[in-house]
């Protein structure tokens, strides 16, 4: 597994943005690893956040990045694999206390609620925060996966 491998998945109504995102994962340093889908054409959210499971569980990504139109439905379907902790975020400073707190592994983005510049927020702050441990590990813990 490579620390600098993100993986990266999104539905039809993620696909513009997972683009873009793409190409400020590469600038910031890592290497996206792309779960499609690979055009604005419909297709269903589950596949998706399935996929995103898969790498996440087997080590070939340690982290990961989901867009939907609302992050919500590609975000549960990828939270059914127990080795997922998705967090759908709105702002920054989420995406930071997920990672602080929550030591989430899949930042999970809605693309028809959140401007390109929340986006980037959020994206930043999911790839540079570190983990908090202390009290949080006990809780993450209780989470199992
Ligand atoms: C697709 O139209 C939309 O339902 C999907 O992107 C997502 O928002 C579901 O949670």
């Known amino acids: 597994m490579s620390e600098f491998i993100i993986a990266i998945a999104c539905d039809h109504g993620g696909y513009?943005?997972?683009?873009?995102?793409?190409?400020?994962?590469?600038?910031?340093?890592?290497?996206?690893?792309?779960?499609?889908t690979d055009s604005t054409n419909s297709v269903d959210y589950p596949e998706f956040g399935e996929a995103m499971g898969k790498v996440i569980e087997s080590g070939d990504a340690p982290r990961g990045v989901?867009?939907?139109?609302?992050?919500?439905?590609?975000?549960?379907?990828a939270n059914r694999n127990p080795a997922v902790r998705a967090a759908v975020c709105h702002s920054g400073l989420a995406a930071k206390l997920a990672r602080q707190?929550?030591?989430?592994?899949?930042?999970?983005?809605?693309?028809?609620l959140i401007g390109v510049e929340t986006a980037l927020d959020c994206l930043d702050q999911f790839l540079t925060t570190d983990f908090e441990g202390g009290r949080h590990q006990r809780r993450v813990d209780q989470l199992g996966g």
């Open 16 to 36: 513009e943005l997972k683009e873009l995102l793409k190409k400020v994962i590469i600038d910031k340093g890592f290497q996206p690893l792309d779960l499609g």
């Open 101 to 112: 707190h929550n030591d989430a592994n899949v930042l999970a983005l809605g693309a028809r």
């Open 66 to 77: 989901l867009i939907c139109g609302t992050g919500i439905g590609i975000s549960i379907a």
